[in-house]
């Protein structure tokens, strides 16, 4: 089984989403995956143009070089995992375009598929069994904050002929770091990230309560709020100071 996995933070792997996404990542290569991890942020993929060549001109291929090129081969894995801060209730920039220059693995024809309209996939990019997972991390207390990336993901997957096969979602990330720097008991939600890896790669699925065990309540909205804030005003006075 082999699975390849975007990373999408600035932070890359000292960022907040690869405190869920390394030790999934663990749990599928324990399990027996194949697993490949690209950081888009060392990546060169240019904005899609939208000039329609991919599809036209010079058909499943874009003009542009840069390192896109070299990941549609990549995209054949069985699984696909994006993995994404929580921007503007979106995937990072560097993400976006990844997905967005996705668009050469369709034909310019439509079909309907499963009830609804979309592009067939050309046959050397179509997958039987292929799964797509999502990995985010979000400042914001609330899982709602999480609904429309999650609805973008299930769309793609329609029209990359995968299935959904599920969302690691840490909401109040940021102070999940700080919990394990202090001997906080939250390694419970880094044992769920590593035990979905092995669930995935075994059973094909990964267990509600699993997903739940991630994203579990970490400290009451309240006193995130306070924390939060005392912590960002620091943040302003030492900046204030400095200058």
């Known amino acids: 089984m082999k699975v390849i996995a975007f990373n999408s933070s600035p932070n ?14 663990k749990g599928m ?68 375009n990844l997905m967005d220059r996705m668009i050469p693995i369709g034909l310019p024809l439509l079909e309907i598929r499963n009830g609804r309209s979309g592009h067939p996939l050309r046959e050397d990019k179509r997958v039987k069994g292929g799964k797509l ?31 959904f096969a599920g969302s690691l979602l840490r909401p109040h990330g940021p102070i999940l770091r700080g919990m394990l720097n202090t001997g906080t008991s939250t ?7 590593e035990e979905a890896g092995r669930q995935l790669v075994k059973e094909g699925k990964i267990a509600d309560l699993t997903l739940k ?9 309240e006193a995130y709020i306070q924390g939060s804030n005392q912590f960002i005003r620091q943040m302003l006075n030492r900046i204030c100071k400095d200058n």
């Open 213 to 221: 065990a991630i994203c579990r309540e970490l400290i009451p909205l």
């Open 133 to 163: 997972v999502l990995v985010s991390n979000c400042g914001f207390w609330e899982m709602d904050n999480f609904d429309a990336l999650v609805l973008q993901m299930k769309i793609l997957c329609h029209h990359l002929d995968r299935e």
């Open 187 to 193: 390694n419970d939600v880094l044992e769920a990230a």
């Open 12 to 25: 890359m792997e000292r960022g907040n989403t690869a405190l869920i996404l390394n030790p999934f990542l």
């Open 29 to 96: 290569k324990d399990s027996g995956a194949e697993v490949e991890l690209l950081y888009t942020y060392k990546m060169k993929i240019k904005p899609c143009r939208g000039e329609g060549n991919c599809m036209f001109k010079n058909p499943g291929r874009c003009f542009q070089q840069d390192d896109m090129n070299t990941l549609y081969p990549k995209l054949n894995a069985d699984i696909i995992i994006f993995a994404s801060p929580l921007y503007w209730f979106g995937v990072s920039g560097t993400m976006k």
